[in-house]
């Protein structure tokens, strides 16, 4: 009887270890035409963000411009204005401007009234132009004929080059070699080398030309139409890029 006791509680045991074993140490049965490997580590890589600016002066300027008639009708308020537009536009074409150069930004007209008694008044009409010198040094006297013939305001006047694209590409360029500057200074202080490029990526380019705001009282400038004393700066062309390089120890 103790020797049927003692052969159930061995074969228990290994039944026991034998299962033990098994859990700690899973088999894996491979499945035909699959093959077993490790997968590999993905190479390190470094992000960056590469700027430039380039600097360039002027070749034109833009004049936006105002001017408003308030008259008894629309029909009177709206023939003031042609005639002041029209002057303008003629004195305009005579010193240079293009024609394709005079464009009307805004036009608007709107009744006016006297709150206190609730009547009619008459009618306000605005009529704003955007002129385009392709001289830079005409502004003073487009300014001048804008005044002499009728324009109360100015809104803006804004610098521009006419190269814009040239000179972004020219930024891009920099920008592009500024990136790879950095990486490889964020390499070397991190011990790795470069050793591919991945990825470029243009972010897109900040092209703002150079503008002077506000709204300005001819009536105030039109003594010293000659001489406005507006000066220009440089109109600026950045760009922008994120680089992807690859690392290794």
Request: aromatic share 6%; glycine share 8%.
């Amino acid at each position: 009887m103790n020797r049927k006791i003692f052969a159930m509680l061995l074969a228990a045991a290994m039944v026991i270890a034998s299962s033990m074993a098994l859990a700690e140490s899973p088999a894996v049965t491979p499945v035909p035409g699959m093959t077993m490997s490790t997968p590999a580590m993905s190479p390190a890589s470094i992000t960056v963000q590469g700027t430039a600016q380039v600097l360039a002066d002027p070749d034109q300027v833009t004049v936006t411009a105002n001017t408003s008639v308030t008259a008894g009708t629309v029909g009177s308020a709206q023939e003031e204005m042609n005639r002041i537009v029209d002057l303008a536009t003629t004195k305009l074409l005579e010193l240079g401007v293009q024609d394709d150069d005079i464009v009307t930004s805004d036009y608007s007209y709107y009744p006016r009234y006297n709150y206190e008694t609730n009547t009619l008044t008459g009618y306000e009409a605005n009529h704003t132009l955007a002129i385009t010198c392709r001289d830079v040094e005409m502004l003073d006297s487009v300014i001048g004929a804008l005044s002499d013939s009728g324009f109360s305001q100015i809104y803006s006047v804004s610098y521009d080059v006419s190269t814009r694209s040239e000179l972004y590409q020219q930024a891009l360029e920099l920008a592009i070699q500024h990136a790879e500057q950095k990486a490889l200074r964020m390499a070397a202080t991190g011990g790795l080398t470069l050793t591919g490029l991945r990825s470029i990526t243009e972010n897109g380019g900040y092209n703002e030309g150079y503008v002077i705001n506000g709204a300005a009282d001819m009536g105030v400038m039109k003594s010293e139409a000659s001489a406005t004393g507006i000066r220009s700066g440089s109109v600026s062309v950045s760009a922008s890029v994120t680089v992807v390089y690859d690392a290794a120890k």
